[in-house]
């Protein structure tokens, strides 16, 4: 079965920092990736996703992620964060074709001080 | 407005109190997800549906249940509700359930079982 890990439960980070959520995961076959963010007491949205091709993905809001195959990784990026990046990220892995089951990352929590 | 309604978006209950929370998409998703929420754990799956009267485990199903009986309707069914329910649940829906699909998720329901 797939799983996903998140090793960064907690991140805290002051303006124009910059950011890497890490993502790990744990399948050998083709997989499709997505981060999503969670903001305070709203739902899920779709951050940015993977599918093939071009390894880094570029999302909305200046986010990007790179998957590495060979480390079965796909972290999270942006060079400058911003106050309003405050919010809870998520990781999500598909494996490729079969049966739609995605497997979540427990969630990472980022505090952006102004 | 594409969309997916989750209601109530809060329910205090007690336990044993069999309740309901609908959800509904209107954007011809034949894909239909519960989930709950809970911290430190992340994203659970509890049923899943790829199209009208299919539905699957995910998860976490014990304790609810869920019917398809129309596309655009997922309702999850609690008959006998336990504290241990209480958590933050979301339903979600995609296009045609494969999985390169991304999620589309509701606005949440907030559940407290005493």
């Known amino acids: 079965a797939q799983s996903v890990s998140q090793h960064n439960h907690h991140v805290i980070l002051s303006e124009a920092a910059s950011l890497e959520l890490g993502c790990n995961y744990s399948y050998g076959g083709t997989v499709n990736l997505f981060w999503y963010v969670q903001y305070p007491g709203q739902h899920l949205q779709l951050l940015l996703k993977?599918?093939?091709?071009?390894?880094l993905v570029k999302g909305i809001k200046g986010f990007e992620a790179e998957f590495i195959k060979s480390k079965f990784s796909f972290n999270l990026r942006k060079p400058s964060v911003q106050w309003s990046d405050t919010a809870e990220y998520f990781c999500?892995?598909?494996?490729?074709?079969?049966?739609?089951?995605?497997?979540f990352g427990r969630g990472t929590s980022l505090i952006v001080h102004p | 407005e594409a969309q997916v309604t989750q209601n109530p978006r809060y329910l205090i209950t007690v336990t044993g109190k069999k309740l309901t929370v609908t959800c509904s998409q209107n954007m011809n998703h034949e894909y239909m997800s519960w989930y709950r929420q809970d911290p430190g754990l992340g994203l659970r799956q509890i049923y899943y549906s790829m199209n009208v009267e299919v539905t699957d485990k995910g998860d976490v199903p014990e304790g609810y249940k869920v019917s398809r009986k129309e596309k655009r309707n997922f309702p999850l069914i609690l008959e006998s509700p336990s504290p241990n329910q209480t958590s933050l649940y979301f339903c979600?829906?995609?296009?045609?359930?494969?999985?390169?699909?991304?999620?589309?998720f509701g606005n949440g329901t907030r559940l407290t079982v005493t």
């Open positions: 993977y599918f093939s091709g071009d390894p």
């Open positions: 999500a892995v598909n494996a490729g074709g079969g049966s739609y089951i995605p497997t």
């Open positions: 979600a829906s995609s296009l045609q359930g494969r999985s390169n699909s991304p999620l589309h």
